[in-house]
T-cell receptor, first 113, second 116 residues
Framework: KQEVTQIPAALSVPEGENLVLNCSFT??????LQWFRQDPGKGLTSLLL?????REQTSGRLNASLDKSSGRSTLYIAASQPGDSATYLC????????????FGTGTQLKVEL | DGGITQSPKYLFRKEGQNVTLSCEQN?????MYWYRQDPGQGLRLIYY???????QKGDIAEGYSVSREKKESFPLTVTSAQKNPTAFYLC???????????????FGPGTRLTVL
């Protein structure tokens, strides 16, 4: 059974710092991996999707990488801002699993002034 | 505006009662999903539907039921058989098979259910 782990569970950084969030998964037979953002009490917003054949994806200050063989993905946030404060979740889609996603437990990020 | 709506935002239930959570989308998506989120945990899939009049159990379907009579709607009923129903419930939709490699799920704002 696929298990997805995110470390750290919580992170607090000063504004302007570059940071890395980690996601690891146990079954490398993935179709793709997504990073989502969740604000308190809200739904999820998709940030980046990386296909299994890709190594990274970029959107603005966000860069996500994927190393399928080692079962790892990282989300890099450059020049963090207070508005980046949220919970970040990664989710993997297995091959042959339709669009069923397995989610990690999330990293709660706080960017302080 | 296109999107996914869930109602109500907050729901209180007495033990032993069934309750139904609403999920509606106007994105013309074929696939819809229900997830449960507990504090400090990731989302867990309850049920999903890839097309009208068809649905499959997810990882934690016991104590829940769904219907998919219309493309736009995918209501979730939390029955009295669900032992620990207090949680945050999220609905999502996606293009499904038509979305191909980059099919992305779009989420509603969620319903917080509390059992009194």
């Amino acid at each position: 059974k696929q298990e997805v782990t995110q470390i750290p569970a919580a992170l607090s950084v000063p504004e302007g710092e570059n940071l890395v969030l980690n996601c690891s998964f146990t079954d490398s037979a993935i179709y793709n991996l997504q990073w989502f953002r969740q604000d308190p009490g809200k739904g999820l917003t998709s940030l980046l999707l990386i296909q299994s054949s890709q190594r990274e994806q970029t959107s603005g200050r966000l860069n996500a990488s994927l190393d399928k063989s080692s079962g790892r993905s990282t989300l890099y946030i450059a020049a963090s801002q207070p508005g980046d404060s949220a919970t970040y979740l990664c989710a993997v889609r297995l091959t042959g699993g339709g669009n069923k996603l397995t989610f990690g437990t999330g990293t709660q990020l706080k960017v302080e002034l | 505006d296109g999107g996914i709506t869930q109602s109500p935002k907050y729901l209180f239930r007495k033990e032993g009662q069934n309750v139904t959570l609403s999920c509606e989308q106007n994105l013309n998506h074929d696939a819809m999903y229900w997830y449960r989120q507990d504090p400090g945990q990731g989302l867990r899939l309850i049920y999903y539907s890839q097309i009208v009049n068809d649905f499959q159990k997810g990882d934690i379907a016991e104590g829940y039921s769904v219907s998919r009579e219309k493309k736009e709607s995918f209501p979730l009923t939390v029955t009295s058989a669900q032992k620990n129903p207090t949680a945050f419930y999220l609905c999502a939709s996606s293009m499904g098979r038509a979305g191909g490699d980059t099919d992305t799920q779009y989420f509603g704002p969620g319903t917080r259910l509390t059992v009194l």
